[in-house]
């Protein structure tokens, strides 16, 4: 099966854009639909994106998904950072089984 | 709206089986295109699927978990389990139950708030 490594930390300041990268170690990343996650310790997970671009109903547009074929590798972008956005994110794909990134940790300084 | 919680014993012996409830209330887990799944997440790790169960019963497990794992349903109680046998300090973590979208591959759309399990003697 393959691995999606995702960076284990960015920061970024409240009122900035930060990007978290999730790149696929074998297959195309096309060939699955990439999924975002936020959870916050002590919560539930939340569903941020799905199929790759899409957000769940109540999701901010300030998020959002895409892929990228020429590095192989899905991105979560979040714009207008909020303190509240302090979390760890985590993508998720499949091939055989399903397959969740390490996680990164956003830090809003 | 559809909730999900966990429950289940906080400690378990290594060696022993671990069993862990899922109460839905909201939704039925009959209904079509949905799979009930558990996650979970050791300290200082990230999320790990276990496996799921569809709508007709059908089960998927990590590969990894196959022979140790069970994942049941009970339609009438509206709640879904999780067995685990033979575990190590290794199955210590936060164990999550959701619903998963379409395939057991897909996205999870609503998650329970997790439940800790320690596997010590």
């Known amino acids: 099966n393959f691995l999606l490594t995702q960076p284990r930390s960015v920061s970024a300041s409240p009122g900035k854009t930060v990007t978290i990268s999730c790149t696929r170690s074998s297959g195309s990343i096309a060939s699955s639909y990439v999924h975002w996650y936020q959870h916050r310790p002590g919560s539930a997970p939340t569903t941020l994106i799905y199929?790759?671009?899409?957000?769940p109903s109540g999701v901010p547009d300030r998020f959002s998904g895409s892929i990228d074929s020429s590095s192989n590798s899905a991105s979560l972008t979040i714009s207008g950072l909020k303190t509240e956005d302090e979390a760890d994110y985590y993508c998720h794909s499949y091939d055989i089984t399903l397959v969740f990134g390490g996680g990164t940790k956003l830090t809003v300084l | 709206q559809l909730q999900l919680q966990e429950s289940g014993p906080g400690l378990v012996k290594p060696s022993e089986t671990l069993s862990l409830n899922c109460s839905v209330s909201g939704d039925s887990i009959n209904r079509a295109n949905y799979f009930w799944g558990w996650i979970r997440q050791s300290p200082g790790k990230g999320l790990e699927w276990i496996g799921c169960?569809?709508?007709?019963?059908?089960?998927y497990y990590k590969p990894s978990l196959i022979g140790r794992v069970t994942i049941s349903a009970d339609t009438s109680k509206t709640q879904f389990s999780l067995k685990l046998s033979s575990v190590t300090p290794a199955d210590t973590g936060v164990y999550y139950c959701?619903?998963?979208?379409?395939?057991?591959?897909?996205?999870?759309?609503?998650w329970g708030k997790g439940t800790t399990v320690t596997v010590t003697s």
């Open positions: 959701a619903r998963q979208v379409l395939e057991f591959y897909n996205y999870m759309d609503v």
């Open positions: 199929h790759d671009d899409q957000r």
């Open positions: 169960i569809s709508y007709r019963g059908n089960t």
